[in-house]
């Protein structure tokens, strides 16, 4: 059976060990503290006990200025995965984004959007078929870690942000 819920901070050992996050030694630590922070709601997908996803909502929008300018009180639903692979285009992905629209709805927000990376034909296709729309908005998506040498990578990859109307429900 899927759930899908808000992270606690008793998953997060389960997180680490089931979900790896390759040269970000806590990206599941440093989302909880976000969402503990109130600048976000971060969601896991779990099966059978399990996580096998994550996401999170950025209730104060992507941080890229083109998309600021057009779309100032957009949430932005980032981050998502499914994992190991072998679990994607099961519904994981299509259930962590159900619940953070409702979030949204809950909220009081009309729209959600999300960015997808220009090469993420997988990602855009589930996206356009849940009901996202393309806005022309393009940006590099632009972002930094540190890996486990604490060698920091600056990384910004071209992203197209869709926005979706809350108002109405596609299912």
């Known amino acids: 059976m899927l759930i899908t819920r808000p992270c606690r901070e008793q998953d997060l050992a389960l997180l680490r060990t089931h979900i790896p996050t ?3 030694p806590d ?3 440093t989302r909880f503290e976000r969402q503990q922070h109130g600048h976000s709601t971060f969601l896991i997908a779990w099966s059978d006990d399990i ?9 104060n929008g992507c941080a890229a200025p083109e998309v ?10 980032n981050g998502l995965d499914v994992w190991p692979p072998e679990r994607r285009s099961q519904g994981i ?14 909220r009081g927000y009309h729209q959600i959007g999300l960015g997808v990376n220009g090469g993420n034909l997988r990602a855009a ?6 009901g996202y729309q393309e806005t022309g908005c393009h940006y590099l998506d632009r972002y ?6 604490s060698t920091l990578h600056d990384i910004a990859d071209p992203a197209r942000f869709l926005v979706k109307n809350l108002q109405s429900r596609i299912s």
């Open 22 to 24: 390759p040269g970000q």
């Open 27 to 29: 990206r599941h630590g």
């Open 51 to 59: 996580p096998t996803g994550t996401g999170q909502i950025l209730w």
């Open 68 to 77: 600021i300018q057009q779309f100032p009180d957009c949430p932005e639903l």
């Open 93 to 106: 992905g299509t259930a962590l984004i159900a619940v953070a629209e409702d979030l949204a709805r809950e």
């Open 125 to 130: 296709a589930l996206y356009l078929r849940l």
């Open 144 to 149: 930094h870690y540190t890996d486990s040498d």
